[in-house]
């Protein structure tokens, strides 16, 4: 079964950096590419970045484009987001998701999240 | 950027009662949409992909239908575990963009 486990959270200071990971299994990791999607307390789902199988193409919002970078290690079956320069905006619960992969329909499977909490 | 306009923000229902959610794409999306619940404390679950597709295990009072820039997510008769809050997700371009959510809470 597809499972998906997010580590790296925690307590920040603003101005730091933080780098998150997500633990695949279950599926052919090489052939799928994979989201970002964070929550903050309280507040909607949004979209943070993805990343195409090969890790060639990236795409992020707006919001965090020149801080945040998204990569993976087909080889570890984990990706990862490293967080630069963060905010106390930045916190917030951050998911990971599957993306197109095997003929599916993206954000078909999701971590259990994990909290970044910038503060000082 | 694809705006979705997710209504209403809130709606207060009976158990065995109808609803219908609503998303509104600012652009045509075809038909790359799904539907997602969330309870709180846990992650989002899919219920529809493909913006009427049901998605494996979801009961079948879960229904989703439109295409292009208008979509419904319908629960044809509300069960206690169906309060939540519910989002659309438009995946036809990046960046991919959420509606604001429904939370849907017991009369």
């Known amino acids: 079964q597809v499972q998906l486990v997010e580590s790296g959270g925690g307590v920040v200071q603003p101005g730091r950096s933080l780098r998150l990971s997500c633990a695949a299994s279950?599926?052919?990791?090489?052939?799928?590419?994979m989201h970002w999607v964070r929550q903050a307390p309280g507040k909607g789902l949004e979209w943070v970045a993805v990343?195409?199988?090969?890790?060639?193409?990236?795409y992020y919002a707006d919001s965090v484009r020149g801080r945040f970078t998204v990569s993976r290690d087909n080889s570890e079956n984990t990706l990862y987001l490293q967080m630069n320069s963060l905010r106390a905006e930045d916190t917030a619960v951050f998911y990971c998701a599957r993306g197109y992969g095997s003929g599916n329909s993206p954000l078909d499977y999701w971590g259990q999240g994990t909290l970044v909490t910038v503060s000082s | 950027d694809i705006q979705m306009t997710q209504s209403p923000s809130s709606l207060s229902a009976s158990v065995g009662d109808r609803v219908t959610i609503t998303c509104r794409a600012s652009q045509g999306i075809r038909n790359d949409l799904g539907w997602y619940q969330q309870k709180p404390g846990k992650a989002p679950k899919r219920l529809i992909y493909?913006?009427?597709s049901l998605q494996s295990g979801v009961p079948s009072r879960f229904s989703g239908s439109g295409s292009g820039t208008e979509f419904t997510l319908t629960i044809s008769s509300l069960q206690p575990e169906d309060f939540a809050t519910y989002y659309c997700l438009q995946h036809k371009s990046y960046p991919f963009t959420f509606g604001q959510g429904t939370k849907l809470e017991i009369k």
């Open positions: 493909a913006a009427s």
């Open positions: 990343i195409s199988h090969d890790g060639r193409n990236k």
């Open positions: 279950g599926f052919t990791f090489s052939s799928y590419a």
